[in-house]
């Protein structure tokens, strides 16, 4: 399987022991969540599809996500309100016709958090590994 890297500036990674881990976004949540074997039966990369994945307990999840943002009522249904605002942003997109489905827009995800790529900005960068379809 082949595997490709996106790259993100090191500033914008918090660990979760780190002061202000609260302030992290849902979509860099996400993206955690995913590189973290310990959570592949809670929310999964979709083979074959860059990009994509699939929350395969969005309960689950979503009590993740509470207990990060120490929001312990958070649910699905707060947590999927939380992500049709990236729909707008074109940051990702619900996958039609599959449940709990979604998809990176990774080159939109770079452009909106980092507009300063490419005008002479070399960022210490924190990389994530993506299956990659072949």
């Known amino acids: 399987e082949e595997i490709l890297c ?23 949540f996400i993206l955690e969540l995913l590189q973290k074997e310990e959570f592949r039966h809670v929310i999964a990369w979709q083979q074959g599809e860059y990009g994509e994945f699939v929350i395969k307990d969005p309960d689950e999840v979503a009590r993740l996500w509470g207990r990060r943002k120490c929001k312990p009522q958070m649910n699905y249904d707060k947590l999927s309100r939380a992500l049709r605002y990236y729909y707008n942003k074109r940051i990702l997109h619900k996958t039609k016709g599959k449940r709990f489905t979604y998809k990176f827009n990774f080159s939109k995800l770079i452009i909106v958090n980092y507009p300063l790529w490419g005008v002479n900005y070399t960022p210490m960068i924190q990389m994530y590994e993506l299956p990659r379809s072949l």
């Open 6 to 28: 996106v790259a993100f500036p090191d500033w914008a990674y918090k660990a979760e022991s780190s002061p202000g881990s609260r302030q992290i976004q849902l979509w860099h």
